[in-house]
């Protein structure tokens, strides 16, 4: 083998390698995707929600700008991230937020071979799961769309949107149980023996005062 054979090897085999474990093994590319995560998914609750979003482009684009659609959440708040600015799109009359973008500073962003994490507090609905439609926007002019539900059968589409599974809240998992620190249950009344004992104990005195009566009259 020639010697600039043996420098294409040597320059080629890291990156072919890393293809090959993904295409050989089919490992699928959902960490490519822009994922979401949360430790403390909870129907209904409050919770911290994080958006890991990668940059795709084959250009050498930056991602300057990432819109994530909410369910019209009640209580929505966004953590300060240094090179963009974050933009709630509330409905003045309801005061729910509708979405959340963040935009990149000029000459700022996403660059190639790079991923970024964008984290809100949110009030999360009440409900199984919940779904984040979300609009990548690169600074070629490129627009990505991660909004595709799951495929019949459960695969995976090509730009799914970002879903959490959310766990039960404390009032449904005790749905059906009595609340703790709730007081016993009363016993039973105890009234109706309690009657049949005095009821007894008024004919035992009556029948004694009758004994002395009897004696009294034969003694005079």
């Not at 970024?116 to 490129?142: E, K, M, N």
């Not at 703790?180 to 104990?201: E, F, V, Y």
Request: aromatic letters at 4%; one cysteine or more.
């Amino acid at each position: 083998m020639s010697n600039h054979g043996r420098r294409s090897i040597r320059v080629l085999t890291p990156a072919a390698a890393a293809v090959a474990l993904c295409l050989g093994s089919g490992a699928p590319s959902a960490w490519a995707h822009v994922h979401v995560s949360s430790e403390e998914a909870v129907r209904g609750a409050t919770a911290l929600v994080t958006f890991r979003v990668p940059n795709e482009s084959n250009t050498g684009a930056r991602t300057t700008a990432l819109a994530v659609a909410l369910p019209d959440a009640a209580s929505v708040s966004t953590e300060s991230l240094p090179g963009w600015t974050a933009t709630l799109n509330r409905d003045t009359a309801s005061g729910t937020v509708h979405s959340v973008t963040w935009t990149a500073a000029p000459d700022g962003g996403i660059g190639v071979d790079q991923f970024a994490l964008f984290r809100i507090s949110v009030q999360l609905p009440d409900t199984d799961t919940v779904s984040f439609a979300t609009t990548q926007t690169y600074s070629d002019g490129t627009v990505v769309k991660w909004d595709q539900p799951p495929l019949p059968g459960g695969a995976e589409p090509e730009h799914p949107a970002p879903t959490l599974t959310l766990a039960a809240g404390p009032a449904a998992s005790h749905q059906n149980h009595p609340p703790t620190g709730s007081a016993p249950a009363a016993p039973p009344s105890k009234a109706p023996d309690n009657t049949a004992r005095l009821l007894g104990g008024a004919a035992l005195v009556l029948a004694a005062v009758g004994v002395l009566l009897a004696l009294i009259r034969r003694r005079t």
